[in-house]
């Protein structure tokens, strides 16, 4: 599925889906203000879409299988009122003055004013990892069992970020 054919114009709103279970709003980038971050509060601009859409895809495959094989496993994972495993996106597509605010406070090696990261091109996600499960298990499950287009992982103590794409 791409923007497409849902046709999308510019002017979606944060509860618009992007597959069937993330939604547009998760893509936002943070904003900073005053020293204080605050999640979710810029929208991505209509070029990033169709980038957005295959991130959102393939991290929609991750919580199908998460499903798949540790449904009925209640000790893996955090639930929705369906009982069905979801996916915490910690963050998705960042602006360039939110990438370079990570990167002055080394939380990231990419400085978004002199190199684009994936993240701001929507081509990365950082996901939580699920309860029950430690971050490498997590990537690993990611990795093998997934069949995801991601090609470059780094695991972190809170989970793990995907991207694809060249580096």
Not at 1 to 14: A, N, S, V
Not at 40 to 65: C, D, G, M, V
Not at 110 to 131: E, F, I, M, N
Request: include cysteine; hydrophobic fraction near 35%; charged fraction near 25%.
């Amino acid at each position: 599925m791409t923007c497409e054919d849902l046709d999308y114009d510019g002017y979606q709103k944060y509860k618009d889906k992007l597959t069937r279970n993330i939604i547009f709003g998760e893509s936002w980038s943070s904003l900073v203000r005053f020293g204080i971050v605050l999640k979710r509060k810029i929208k991505p601009t209509i070029e990033y879409l169709s980038n957005l859409f295959a991130t959102a895809y393939e991290t929609q495959k991750i919580r199908n299988k998460l499903n798949e094989v540790y449904g009925n496993n209640s000790k893996i994972g955090y639930r929705n009122r369906l009982n069905e495993i979801i996916i915490i996106i910690n963050s998705f597509w960042r602006t360039a003055v939110y990438q370079h605010y990570l990167y002055i406070k080394n939380l990231t090696i990419c400085d978004g004013y002199k190199r684009k990261s994936q993240h701001q091109l929507g081509k990365a996600v950082d996901l939580k990892t699920p309860r029950g499960m430690t971050p490498y298990e997590f990537f690993l499950f990611i990795k093998k069992e997934c069949n995801t287009k991601f090609t470059w992982f780094k695991v972190y103590s809170w989970g793990v970020h995907c991207d694809w794409g060249y580096h």
